[in-house]
């Protein structure tokens, strides 16, 4: 629902104005001046604020200015008893969007809210668009992510079908955003649907909407994400997870381009590109009667396969420098570096979680040590290190490779422990500091002391 809020001195102009608009079914809030006006557009959502000049103590441009600097700012009507040319080129320059004259034509101002609405609706899709551009780069060289990069390019330009396999957080949802910021759809609405986070009976409506008065506490119409979407992509997380009755609907809407919100006889009628994203083994979920085949072959007719981060170890570095940047550029701090041995963690870790994990493996580091330039193994997660001592058994060919493993990897858990004091770690070994250099320098561990 549209969030009107009204500033004006005079309860009958607040009254009026807030009745007549509520009629029109906005949701309206009122302020007697500029103060509170302001205290209130910085704790909550305001898409249209009509704005009277004459206030006592701030008047309505001083408000004005002061609103230009909030981060959702609404757009703004001023309105006045006392309009001028002066006063309307003034407000124009400050950013309003249209000037009122009291008194005031409702019908008129009916008209310029509704242009209003619209006007910060369009505003806040040019914003969505714009980060949702910044936010499909993918990076990585290694060979699978190269390929999968020329796949997308191959595949964006067309309207056929997408259904991304991966394990989760390898990516998918960036791959998702990659195949509709290369498409022909990159100027509208990519909308995203995790259908694993939405309970089941809320599923529907969050899909397909619904009218007013269409279940016990609909109070208003509510614009479900297919129609959000018309003209764009919808993206369908985790589609594994969807209900069976879910999946009926959705194959419905597939087949006919159309659907039915809730509580509506007439259906709608959307031109949607659908990108899909699973985790599991949709042919396995088909076999046990979770999933509708049917529905697996409309969403399979362009698979991509996300592979996971231990199989593309080599794009590590550069996505953890990615991230420090990412990360130092949003927490206002300098770009911070990676030492060799700190790379050779990330690198040697398995990234159970993924890309995702890695990044907030970083993300982590970057507030947690806000001065230190020179990022080192000390500075990771101990769970990084620590699970290098409990490596598959199969990655080793013989018992050699397994002992000179393991030595390394306490070696360096006790160097760790003692801030790389070679001397006290070479105690606390029992061993002699000489023979600790050289186990140190067989094992190819660094010294530094």
Request: proline letters at 4%; hydrophobic letters at 40%; charged letters at 30%.
């Amino acid at each position: 629902m549209i969030q009107i809020l009204v500033v004006d001195d005079e309860p009958s102009i607040r009254e009026t104005l807030g009745g007549v608009l509520e009629d029109e079914g906005y949701q309206v809030t009122s302020a007697g001046d500029g103060e509170s006006g302001l205290m209130l557009m910085r704790e909550q959502h305001f898409d249209v604020l009509l704005l009277d000049v004459w206030l006592p103590t701030m008047d309505g441009l001083d408000v004005l200015r002061h609103v230009k600097d909030l981060e959702d700012r609404p757009e703004v009507v001023i309105i006045s008893g006392h309009g001028t040319v002066e006063t309307a080129v003034r407000a124009t320059k400050l950013g309003a969007f249209d000037f009122l004259e009291k008194p005031l034509s409702l019908d008129k101002t009916l008209i310029v809210v509704k242009n209003a609405a619209e006007a910060r609706k369009l505003r806040a899709e040019n914003q969505e668009l714009k980060r949702q551009m910044s936010k499909a780069e993918i990076v990585g060289d290694s060979i699978p992510m190269k390929a999968l990069r020329q796949q997308i390019g191959l595949m964006a330009p067309t309207n056929g079908r997408v259904l991304i396999y991966g394990e989760s957080g390898t990516g998918k949802e960036l791959v998702a955003r990659a195949i509709h910021a290369q498409s022909e759809r990159k100027d509208e609405m990519f909308v995203e649907v995790n259908c694993a986070a939405i309970p089941e009976d809320l599923i529907e409506s969050e899909l397909f909407g619904y009218c007013k008065g269409a279940f016990p506490g609909a109070s208003s119409e509510k614009e479900g994400k297919l129609r959000k979407a018309d003209g764009g992509t919808l993206f369908l997380d985790e589609v594994g997870d969807m209900s069976l009755k879910t999946q009926s609907k959705v194959l419905r809407m597939l087949d006919e381009g159309r659907f039915a919100p809730v509580g509506m006889e007439q259906p709608i009628t959307v031109d949607v590109r659908v990108i899909a994203a699973t985790n599991k083994d949709l042919e396995e979920e088909i076999g046990r009667g979770n999933f509708r085949e049917d529905l697996f072959y409309r969403l399979n007719v362009i698979p991509f396969v996300v592979p996971p981060l231990r199989e593309r170890k080599e794009d590590i570095p550069g996505l953890a420098r990615h991230f420090l940047r990412e990360f130092s550029s949003q927490y206002s701090r300098r770009t911070k570096e990676l030492t060799d041995e700190t790379l050779e963690v990330l690198m040697r870790y398995s990234w159970p979680g993924n890309v995702r994990e890695l990044r907030n493996v970083i993300e982590r580091v970057v507030i947690m040590h806000p001065t230190v330039q020179r990022l080192e193994r000390k500075h990771l997660p101990s769970v990084l290190y620590r699970q290098n001592t409990r490596r598959s058994l199969g990655e080793f060919t013989t018992l050699q490779q397994a002992r000179a493993a393991y030595e390394r990897d306490y070696i360096l858990k006790k160097l760790d422990d003692n801030n790389g004091n070679v001397s006290r770690t070479a105690e606390v070994l029992g061993l002699e500091r000489s023979h600790l250099y050289r186990k140190m320098k067989t094992l190819g561990i660094a010294v530094k002391e």
